[in-house]
């Protein structure tokens, strides 16, 4: 009889903890063409250096994130230079090789995250209407997912992915796809308190 009891007492319990099946937090990593996330068109017709802005969106908050940023066939020989984070995370890897850019933020985050940028050299000679999606890193096989974020109890959660367009035109215009962000109405001065 103790038996019975103690197995339908630890059977509620995982019931009772377990999430919904629709409560699974929504994560993304998207590329922009500043930091402003106003403008997902790159413009690389000439020879020079272009940025390409990361942004961890999503519902919620956020502890780390793996992506990567391999440039596509479309854009071919550039060069890429550096990857540059917004803040002095934690981090292993680079955006370009198999294993990705692993980046642990050091603390809870409330979503969208500014994470950086990548800087590449651009030749000049990129064809129009070329799409440089996030992507996956090659090395990791348990996930297919563009990313992976890390939620505030270290749960790992797979996240999509929102590229920018390269040499944009009308005919390919990438502002289409990108939906606004969610907006929550609060205070100047709830503002102010997330610096203090």
């Known amino acids: 009889m103790k038996i019975g009891v103690w197995m339908a007492g630890a059977a509620l319990i995982v019931i009772w903890t377990a999430a919904p099946a629709g409560a699974d ?20 017709h000439n020879a020079g250096i272009v ?19 391999y440039p596509p066939a479309c854009w071919p020989n550039v060069v890429w230079l550096d990857d540059h984070l917004a803040q002095p995370w934690a981090n292993i890897g680079s ?7 692993s980046i642990g933020y050091g603390a809870c985050l409330p979503l969208p995250i ?5 800087r590449f050299m651009a030749p000049g000679n990129t064809e129009s209407c070329c799409s440089f999606p996030v992507t996956h890193p090659t090395s990791w096989t348990y ?19 929102r590229g920018v367009m390269v040499n ?22 709830a503002v102010k308190a997330l610096y203090r």
């Open 25 to 44: 937090p929504h994560y993304s990593v998207e590329f922009y063409a500043d930091a402003a996330m106003s403008s997902c068109a790159l413009d690389a």
């Open 51 to 69: 940025d390409v802005h990361i942004f961890h969106t999503g519902e919620g908050s956020s502890t780390g994130l793996l992506f990567s940023a």
């Open 95 to 101: 955006t370009q090789v198999p294993l990705g850019l």
């Open 114 to 118: 500014y994470v950086g940028y990548v």
């Open 143 to 161: 996930f297919t997912e563009p990313s992976i974020a890390v939620d505030c109890d270290f749960n790992e959660w797979p996240g999509t992915g």
């Open 168 to 189: 944009a035109n009308a005919s390919c215009g990438c502002g289409t796809d990108r939906s606004a962000l969610a907006v929550q109405e609060t205070t100047w001065g």
